[in-house]
T-cell receptor
Framework: AQTVTQSQPEMSVQEAETVTLSCTYDTSESDYYLFWYKQPPSRQMILVIRQEAYKQQNATENRFSVNFQKAAKSFSLKISDSQLGDAAMYFCAYRRGNTPLVFGKGTRLSVIA | KAGVTQTPRYLIKTRGQQVTLSCSPISGHRSVSWYQQTPGQGLQFLFEYFSETQRNKGNFPGRFSGRQFSNSRSEMNVSTLELGDSALYLC???????????????FGPGTRLLVL
């Protein structure tokens, strides 16, 4: 079964600085999708960014970008110019085809003013 | 376009009771998935419905059931509630066309269930 591992339970970053959240996954498939979701204190799960495994180019969304290393099965999230509103739980997730999303345990990010 | 909506947002029940949660997907989305989130187990998949049919099911006891209506709205039911059912229940919807469901899921705000 596919597994997703987030090895950093908690991280902190100074406002305006850059932080990278780590994620590794285990799969024998070659075609799949990876996601980062943000869950602020409101508990609403918000899609941050997605990456198709067949694409070599790393996805970017404004201040958010990923470093996708398919061979290493690594999918890290970089947040640039961190803002107070970025404070949240971040979940890495994997999905292949119509199978359910598989989530990591999450990383709690604190942003220090 | 309105997002995924879930009702109720908060619920308090006692052991042995049953509960029904509702989810309305984004307009045009035909796939609805349900997840349970607890501090101990994290996010766990319950089931997925597409075109009123259950397509995937997670590893939960039969007390957990669901259904989807012709307008894509979905309900999940938990019977004979246990203390361990206290959790945040999240619903997510995906766009689908031609029988294929897109991979990106959009989540609702969740229903927080407390079982006393």
């Amino acid at each position: 079964a596919q597994t997703v591992t987030q090895s950093q339970p908690e991280m902190s970053v100074q406002e305006a600085e850059t932080v990278t959240l780590s994620c590794t996954y285990d799969t024998s498939e070659s075609d799949y999708y990876l996601f980062w979701y943000k869950q602020p204190p409101s508990r609403q799960m918000i899609l941050v960014i997605r990456q198709e495994a067949y694409k070599q180019q790393n996805a970017t969304e404004n201040r958010f970008s990923v470093n996708f290393q398919k061979a290493a099965k690594s999918f890290s999230l970089k947040i640039s110019d961190s803002q107070l509103g970025d404070a949240a739980m971040y979940f890495c997730a994997y999905r292949r085809g119509n199978t359910p999303l598989v989530f990591g345990k999450g990383t709690r990010l604190s942003v220090i003013a | 376009k309105a997002g995924v909506t879930q009702t109720p947002r908060y619920l308090i029940k006692t052991r042995g009771q049953q509960v029904t949660l509702s989810c309305s997907p984004i307009s045009g989305h035909r796939s609805v998935s349900w997840y349970q989130q607890t501090p101990g187990q994290g996010l766990q998949f319950l089931f997925e419905y597409f075109s009123e049919t259950q397509r995937n099911k997670g590893n939960f006891p039969g007390r957990f059931s669901g259904r989807q209506f012709s307008n894509s709205r979905s309900e999940m039911n938990v019977s004979t509630l246990e203390l361990g059912d206290s959790a945040l229940y999240l619903c997510a919807s995906s766009l689908a066309s031609g029988g294929l469901v897109q991979e990106t899921q959009y989540f609702g705000p969740g229903t927080r269930l407390l079982v006393l």
